[in-house]
């Protein structure tokens, strides 16, 4: 009777899991997507099979089967397997499962496997813990991280590991995924009469964008929610996809948010408005501040656009005094108007050129003494006052008299060379004319 009852108390806990977790592959069979990491012959299939697996780090998007494999390992090899937090594990936690492992290898000549959840969130002092255990083979280190390793990683750790980076996973992968979790009478829904939608399926698919988690989730809630007909038969349609995932998981990893950040930039500065757009709204979808973009888009209408249209300036100065006023989301349309505005405008760099080669004669020049006829002679000696009096006033002269403005040690020194671009080309030729080009 205790058996039994055992089995109906499992069943029922098997029940009440989610759908991403009893879906959850049990060996490579089964493993879906990352066929760069896992098709037949690849280093990691033959390594498991062998059960020769080295310490390695999964790094990936969530969602894509880090954790999936990193069990699958567990389940194929002979050895040991403990699992850590790096978010709620400590150095404790480390010394405990490496002394462990120790007396495991050296008593019964049994591997330790220890697979790492959020290995980026490991602190110096842990990962310092866990270094010599990785190179004395201790243990056989196995990190899951969404963050680039090589950047939120101790090197030492790193260097020791082979990284695999897992993909996204495509469309199809995931509707496969799916319908698996359809048909599985054992742990989908294959024992209930349910029916999914075509464009269902391809409504959660899409925007899932490779996270089988989320697509899992999507469906677990369509199907609990959905009332069934007279006779029991559950179909989840279109309308009850769209209501289950309403929208994309655009939240991003620190690594992606600054590749997002420096592919806003150059689209501004290689003109392509729309790529400009659709990073700048991916970056504030994702959680940015909008005010980062916009002071982003100021430093750009100076550093690229420059003197061809000055105009640019003011316009994105202009986008974000507009939405500081006016604030999220109608302060957006002055910012993207901005963006467009940058893009399009023809583009020179040559205040920036102008302003890095007086800062370098700002900081090797030692004599620059100012020419005696501008300096300020409000308090100057007479003879001081002399030579002050040599000052040709401009305006006296319809705006503009050639004379000395450099110190004598950067005398015909020229910083700003105008370009062909733009307004620029009016700049130059008014130079010309005075005799400056």
């Not at 991916?282 to 909008?290: A, M, V």
């Not at 656009?305 to 202009?318: H, K």
């Not at 900081?363 to 030579?387: E, G, I, M, Q, Y």
């Not at 004379?403 to 020229?414: A, R, T």
Request: charged share 25%; net charge neutral; glycine share 6%.
């Amino acid at each position: 009777m205790n058996d039994l009852f055992d089995i109906l108390n499992e069943q029922s806990k098997n029940e009440q899991r989610p759908l991403a977790e009893r879906m959850r592959p049990q060996s490579l069979r089964e493993f879906l997507g990352q066929s760069h990491i896992c098709e037949e012959n690849s280093l990691l299939r033959r390594a498991i099979s062998l059960d020769k697996v080295g310490s390695c780090i999964f790094w990936g998007p969530p969602g894509t089967g880090k954790t999936t494999l990193a069990n699958i390992i567990a389940n194929s090899t002979s050895g040991n397997f403990v699992k850590l937090n790096a978010v709620s594990s400590g150095v404790a936690d480390v010394k405990k499962a490496v002394e462990q492992a120790a007396i495991d290898l050296k008593t019964f000549g049994k591997k330790t496997y220890l697979l790492l959840d959020e290995c980026h969130r490991f602190s110096k002092t842990q990962s310092d813990s866990l270094l010599p255990a990785i190179e004395q083979g201790t243990i056989i280190f196995i990190g899951s991280t969404t963050e680039n390793p090589y950047a939120s990683m101790t090197p030492a750790i790193v260097s020791r590991c082979r990284v695999f980076e897992f993909k996204r996973l495509d469309k199809e992968t995931v509707k496969k995924a799916l319908y698996k979790a359809i048909n599985d009478k054992k742990r989908g829904y294959g024992q209930l009469d349910l029916e999914v939608k075509e464009e269902a399926l391809e409504h959660i698919a899409s925007l899932s964008a490779g996270d089988l988690r989320t697509a899992y989730n999507a469906l677990e809630l369509a199907v609990l929610t959905t009332v069934g007909d007279e006779s029991g038969k559950v179909t989840v349609t279109l309308k009850d996809a769209e209501q289950s995932i309403q929208r994309k998981a655009l939240s991003y990893d620190e690594n992606s948010y600054y590749d997002m950040l420096s592919a806003f930039c150059k689209s501004l500065r290689g003109s392509d408005s729309d790529a400009a757009l659709y990073y700048a709204h991916r970056l504030i979808e994702g959680g940015c501040d909008p005010l980062l973009l916009l002071r982003r888009l100021i430093v750009h209408s100076a550093e690229d656009v420059g003197m061809a249209d000055p105009n640019a300036l003011v316009v994105a100065t202009s986008a974000l005094t507009a939405f500081l006023n006016i604030g999220y989301p109608e302060g957006l349309i002055p910012m993207s108007e901005a963006i467009v505005y940058v893009c399009e405008a023809p583009k020179s760099n040559s205040v920036i050129i102008a302003m890095n080669g007086a800062q370098s004669a700002a900081r090797s020049v030692k004599d620059d003494t100012v020419p005696p006829h501008l300096r300020n002679s409000v308090f100057a000696d007479s003879d001081a006052k002399a030579r002050s009096s040599q000052y040709k006033y401009p305006h006296e002269y319809g705006g503009y008299v050639e004379q000395q403005y450099l110190p004598d040690s950067l005398k015909g020194s020229v910083f700003y060379k105008p370009k062909d671009n733009g307004f620029e080309k009016e700049v130059k030729r008014i130079r010309r004319e005075k005799g400056k080009e």
